[in-house]
Protein backbone atom coordinates (compact mmCIF):
# COMPACT_ATOMS: atom_id res chain seq x y z
CA UNK A 1 0.00 0.00 0.00
CA UNK A 2 1.86 3.17 -1.61
CA UNK A 3 1.51 6.09 0.98
CA UNK A 4 1.17 9.65 0.15
CA UNK A 5 3.28 10.58 -2.67
CA UNK A 6 4.32 14.17 -4.15
CA UNK A 7 6.31 15.43 -7.46
CA UNK A 8 8.53 16.47 -8.13
CA UNK A 9 10.60 15.83 -5.31
CA UNK A 10 13.00 18.77 -5.84
CA UNK A 11 12.42 22.37 -7.99
CA UNK A 12 14.11 25.24 -8.88
CA UNK A 13 12.61 28.51 -10.30
CA UNK A 14 12.93 31.82 -10.46
CA UNK A 15 11.28 35.02 -9.24
CA UNK A 16 7.64 35.71 -10.99
CA UNK A 17 7.49 32.41 -12.49
CA UNK A 18 4.53 29.99 -11.59
CA UNK A 19 4.61 26.15 -9.98
CA UNK A 20 2.21 23.43 -9.83
CA UNK A 21 2.99 20.49 -7.01
CA UNK A 22 1.36 17.00 -7.03
CA UNK A 23 0.20 14.93 -4.35
CA UNK A 24 -1.51 11.71 -4.35
CA UNK A 25 -3.13 10.24 -0.93
CA UNK A 26 -2.54 7.84 0.77
CA UNK A 27 -5.11 4.80 -0.42
CA UNK A 28 -8.81 5.11 1.31
CA UNK A 29 -7.88 8.77 2.39
CA UNK A 30 -10.39 11.49 0.66
CA UNK A 31 -8.65 14.53 2.39
CA UNK A 32 -5.83 16.17 1.66
CA UNK A 33 -3.84 19.49 2.97
CA UNK A 34 -1.06 21.31 2.21
CA UNK A 35 1.79 22.98 4.37
CA UNK A 36 4.24 24.59 3.61
CA UNK A 37 7.56 24.64 6.01
CA UNK A 38 10.02 26.76 5.38
CA UNK A 39 13.74 25.95 6.59
CA UNK A 40 14.56 25.13 10.72
CA UNK A 41 10.74 26.15 11.14
CA UNK A 42 7.09 23.88 11.54
CA UNK A 43 5.08 23.12 9.03
CA UNK A 44 2.39 25.88 8.21
CA UNK A 45 -0.87 25.04 7.19
CA UNK A 46 -1.76 26.45 3.59
CA UNK A 47 -5.07 24.96 2.57
CA UNK A 48 -7.40 21.69 2.97
CA UNK A 49 -9.52 20.15 0.15
CA UNK A 50 -12.36 17.53 0.53
CA UNK A 51 -14.64 16.38 -2.26
CA UNK A 52 -12.82 19.01 -4.95
CA UNK A 53 -13.55 21.72 -2.60
CA UNK A 54 -11.20 23.99 -0.26
CA UNK A 55 -12.47 23.71 2.69
CA UNK A 56 -10.32 25.48 4.95
CA UNK A 57 -7.69 28.03 4.83
CA UNK A 58 -4.47 29.19 6.36
CA UNK A 59 -3.17 32.92 5.56
CA UNK A 60 -1.73 32.49 2.74
CA UNK A 61 -1.84 35.39 0.30
CA UNK A 62 -4.51 34.35 -3.07
CA UNK A 63 -1.26 33.67 -5.09
CA UNK A 64 -1.54 30.00 -3.46
CA UNK A 65 -4.56 27.94 -5.30
CA UNK A 66 -5.19 24.14 -5.26
CA UNK A 67 -7.73 21.70 -6.98
CA UNK A 68 -8.67 18.27 -5.84
CA UNK A 69 -9.31 15.67 -8.41
CA UNK A 70 -11.78 13.14 -8.26
CA UNK A 71 -9.46 10.42 -7.94
CA UNK A 72 -8.88 12.43 -4.72
CA UNK A 73 -5.53 13.45 -6.02
CA UNK A 74 -4.56 16.85 -5.10
CA UNK A 75 -2.12 19.96 -7.12
CA UNK A 76 -1.00 22.91 -5.49
CA UNK A 77 -0.14 26.10 -7.55
CA UNK A 78 1.73 29.10 -6.71
CA UNK A 79 1.97 31.99 -9.39
CA UNK A 80 4.33 35.01 -9.12
CA UNK A 81 6.77 33.19 -7.27
CA UNK A 82 8.88 35.11 -4.78
CA UNK A 83 11.82 34.37 -2.93
CA UNK A 84 10.01 33.83 0.42
CA UNK A 85 8.08 30.74 -1.37
CA UNK A 86 11.41 28.76 -0.85
CA UNK A 87 10.59 25.77 1.43
CA UNK A 88 9.09 22.44 1.65
CA UNK A 89 5.72 21.75 0.36
CA UNK A 90 4.14 19.00 1.73
CA UNK A 91 1.08 17.06 1.06
CA UNK A 92 -1.08 15.26 4.69
CA UNK A 93 -3.59 13.11 3.76
CA UNK A 94 -6.47 11.51 5.62
CA UNK A 95 -9.83 10.10 5.83
CA UNK A 96 -12.84 11.78 6.44
CA UNK A 97 -14.04 11.92 9.37
CA UNK A 98 -16.59 14.38 11.56
CA UNK A 99 -14.13 14.76 14.78
CA UNK A 100 -10.76 15.46 12.79
CA UNK A 101 -8.93 13.54 14.79
CA UNK A 102 -7.84 11.17 12.42
CA UNK A 103 -4.09 10.66 11.67
CA UNK A 104 -2.27 12.88 9.37
CA UNK A 105 -0.11 11.01 6.82
CA UNK A 106 2.42 13.21 5.31
CA UNK A 107 4.11 12.77 2.02
CA UNK A 108 7.88 13.14 1.68
CA UNK A 109 7.34 17.11 0.39
CA UNK A 110 8.55 18.58 -2.82
CA UNK A 111 11.22 21.38 -2.23
CA UNK A 112 11.03 24.68 -3.97
CA UNK A 113 13.68 26.85 -4.36
CA UNK A 114 13.22 29.92 -6.03
CA UNK A 115 16.53 32.21 -6.98
CA UNK B 1 -5.29 32.27 16.83
CA UNK B 2 -3.43 28.92 18.99
CA UNK B 3 -0.44 29.31 18.66
CA UNK B 4 2.42 26.15 19.60
CA UNK B 5 5.96 27.13 21.06
CA UNK B 6 8.24 24.38 21.90
CA UNK B 7 11.28 24.49 24.06
CA UNK B 8 14.18 24.15 23.22
CA UNK B 9 14.38 24.85 19.64
CA UNK B 10 18.04 22.74 19.15
CA UNK B 11 19.33 20.32 21.47
CA UNK B 12 22.84 18.50 21.21
CA UNK B 13 23.35 15.37 23.68
CA UNK B 14 26.03 12.25 23.94
CA UNK B 15 24.38 8.91 23.75
CA UNK B 16 22.93 7.75 26.79
CA UNK B 17 21.72 11.15 28.21
CA UNK B 18 18.30 11.99 29.00
CA UNK B 19 16.40 14.84 27.45
CA UNK B 20 12.95 16.35 27.77
CA UNK B 21 10.88 19.01 24.97
CA UNK B 22 8.41 21.18 25.80
CA UNK B 23 5.15 21.93 23.89
CA UNK B 24 3.73 24.76 25.77
CA UNK B 25 0.27 27.13 24.15
CA UNK B 26 -2.23 29.56 25.79
CA UNK B 27 -5.09 27.27 24.02
CA UNK B 28 -6.54 24.40 25.37
CA UNK B 29 -6.32 21.28 22.60
CA UNK B 30 -8.86 18.75 22.06
CA UNK B 31 -5.46 16.54 21.44
CA UNK B 32 -1.53 16.92 20.65
CA UNK B 33 0.28 15.12 18.49
CA UNK B 34 3.79 14.38 18.32
CA UNK B 35 5.54 13.90 15.17
CA UNK B 36 9.00 12.98 14.03
CA UNK B 37 11.07 14.30 11.06
CA UNK B 38 14.43 13.61 9.65
CA UNK B 39 15.81 15.03 6.85
CA UNK B 40 14.23 15.24 3.36
CA UNK B 41 11.13 13.18 4.45
CA UNK B 42 7.92 14.12 5.91
CA UNK B 43 6.63 14.31 9.59
CA UNK B 44 5.88 10.61 11.17
CA UNK B 45 3.28 10.62 13.55
CA UNK B 46 4.71 9.16 16.71
CA UNK B 47 1.95 9.64 19.15
CA UNK B 48 -1.48 11.46 19.98
CA UNK B 49 -2.48 12.17 23.59
CA UNK B 50 -5.96 12.97 24.09
CA UNK B 51 -7.07 12.49 27.87
CA UNK B 52 -5.31 15.36 29.96
CA UNK B 53 -2.75 14.09 32.37
CA UNK B 54 -2.36 11.28 29.77
CA UNK B 55 0.80 9.40 29.89
CA UNK B 56 2.34 7.49 26.90
CA UNK B 57 5.21 5.51 26.13
CA UNK B 58 6.73 4.63 22.91
CA UNK B 59 9.86 2.76 24.24
CA UNK B 60 12.25 4.42 25.41
CA UNK B 61 10.19 7.71 24.76
CA UNK B 62 7.57 9.07 26.87
CA UNK B 63 4.90 11.55 26.10
CA UNK B 64 3.00 13.75 28.69
CA UNK B 65 -0.34 15.66 28.62
CA UNK B 66 -1.15 18.33 30.71
CA UNK B 67 -4.04 18.55 33.12
CA UNK B 68 -5.24 21.61 31.16
CA UNK B 69 -4.83 20.00 27.80
CA UNK B 70 -2.33 23.34 27.27
CA UNK B 71 0.55 21.79 26.98
CA UNK B 72 2.75 18.57 26.59
CA UNK B 73 6.07 16.79 27.09
CA UNK B 74 8.45 14.42 25.45
CA UNK B 75 10.62 12.70 27.45
CA UNK B 76 13.83 10.59 25.86
CA UNK B 77 15.54 7.85 28.14
CA UNK B 78 18.99 6.94 26.93
CA UNK B 79 19.08 8.65 23.98
CA UNK B 80 20.71 6.86 20.94
CA UNK B 81 21.88 8.61 17.05
CA UNK B 82 18.81 6.90 15.83
CA UNK B 83 16.79 9.75 17.63
CA UNK B 84 18.40 12.60 16.05
CA UNK B 85 15.96 14.43 14.27
CA UNK B 86 13.06 17.44 14.42
CA UNK B 87 10.52 16.97 16.69
CA UNK B 88 7.27 18.86 16.26
CA UNK B 89 4.07 19.20 18.51
CA UNK B 90 0.93 19.86 16.68
CA UNK B 91 -3.00 20.18 17.65
CA UNK B 92 -5.60 20.28 15.32
CA UNK B 93 -8.45 23.16 14.95
CA UNK B 94 -11.95 22.52 14.22
CA UNK B 95 -12.99 24.19 11.43
CA UNK B 96 -16.88 23.88 12.40
CA UNK B 97 -18.86 22.56 15.25
CA UNK B 98 -19.10 19.19 12.95
CA UNK B 99 -15.29 19.18 12.62
CA UNK B 100 -15.80 18.35 9.02
CA UNK B 101 -12.31 20.01 8.51
CA UNK B 102 -9.47 20.76 10.36
CA UNK B 103 -6.33 21.93 10.49
CA UNK B 104 -2.76 21.00 12.29
CA UNK B 105 -0.96 23.55 13.95
CA UNK B 106 2.72 22.87 14.26
CA UNK B 107 5.11 23.80 16.88
CA UNK B 108 8.16 25.59 16.16
CA UNK B 109 9.94 22.24 16.76
CA UNK B 110 13.12 21.21 18.52
CA UNK B 111 15.91 19.95 16.37
CA UNK B 112 17.81 16.90 18.32
CA UNK B 113 21.85 15.71 17.81
CA UNK B 114 22.82 12.55 19.66
CA UNK B 115 26.15 12.00 19.33
CA UNK B 116 28.11 9.13 20.48
Known amino acids: DAGVTQSPTHLIKTRGQQVTLRCSPK?????VSWYQQALGQGPQFIFQYYEEEERQRGNFPDRFSGHQFPNYSSELNVNALLLGDSALYLC??????????????FGPGTRLLVL | TQLLEQSPQFLSIQEGENLTVYCNSS?????LQWYRQEPGEGPVLLVTVVTGGEVKKLKRLTFQFGDARKDSSLHITAAQPGDTGLYLCAGPTLYQITGTASKLTFGTGTRLQVTL
Open chain 2, 27 to 31: SVFSS
Open chain 1, 27 to 31: SGHDT
Open chain 1, 92 to 105: ASRPFSGLGQETQY
